[in-house]
């Protein structure tokens, strides 16, 4: 029986393909459960492209590169989320100014962790004593946090033109966390194409508000 079960099993393998991974559907932000409520935005510690996007241009300088990531963020919340009374997170470490254990730059926070978090699991120590301090000293019950920002080609678009290169695709992880609970409330992975960083985060960024223009 053993002479048969082998070739079988080899058969089977060889003819088996590999299915690419499902991305992660993208969950639009929760408006409406905060609407008029205080919530902060913390901001963007990782942001990294892939090398053949050929982006070092933009995103050499990384302090310049997160600086305009919070800009693009936060003019998106404001302008298309105008119900929630959004904290920046310049706003946020003004309040907090003299907490013990809150670094001197909101960019030093391990915000990145987050970005493998689920809905429901807890925010691991110390950002979770810090988000926590954070709700205390600058008010409100939840965070809004750019866990991560990868940009990868999008080898089927390219841009136009003579020798064109391909666009690139945002993606990007955001997390809401609930800091007296210390949870992850929500969570969405959110995709967009553009032929620079600015414009692929831009796109990304309106998938969370499915319906407005």
């Not at 089927?156 to 003579?162: L, M, N, S």
């Amino acid at each position: 029986m053993g002479k048969w079960v082998t070739p079988l099993l080899l058969a089977a393998c060889v003819g088996h393909k590999p299915q690419a991974p499902v991305p992660e559907p993208t969950v639009p932000l929760p408006a409406g459960s905060l609407a008029s409520r205080d919530v902060g935005v913390l901001p963007f510690t990782l942001v990294l492209a892939e090398d053949s996007l050929h982006w070092d241009a933009q995103l050499a300088d990384h302090p310049k590169a997160l600086a305009t990531a919070d800009s693009i963020l936060l003019g998106f919340l404001t302008t298309r989320v105008p119900e929630v009374a959004w904290k920046s997170p310049a706003r946020l470490w003004r309040s907090a100014r003299g907490a013990n254990d809150l670094p001197d730059d909101p960019h030093q926070l391990g915000i990145a962790i987050l970005r493998l978090a689920s809905v429901g699991s807890y925010v691991p120590d110390p950002l979770r004593a810090q988000l926590r301090t954070l709700g205390a000293v600058a008010g409100g019950s939840y965070v809004l946090a750019p866990a991560s920002l990868l940009f990868k080609t999008d080898t089927t678009r390219r841009q136009p033109g003579v020798g064109s290169r391909p666009l690139g695709t945002a993606e990007l992880t955001m997390v809401l966390v609930d800091v007296r609970l210390g949870t992850v409330s929500w969570r969405s992975v959110a995709r967009g194409v553009g032929e620079d960083p600015s414009s692929a985060l831009n796109a990304a960024l309106k998938t969370l508000t499915p319906g407005l223009p």
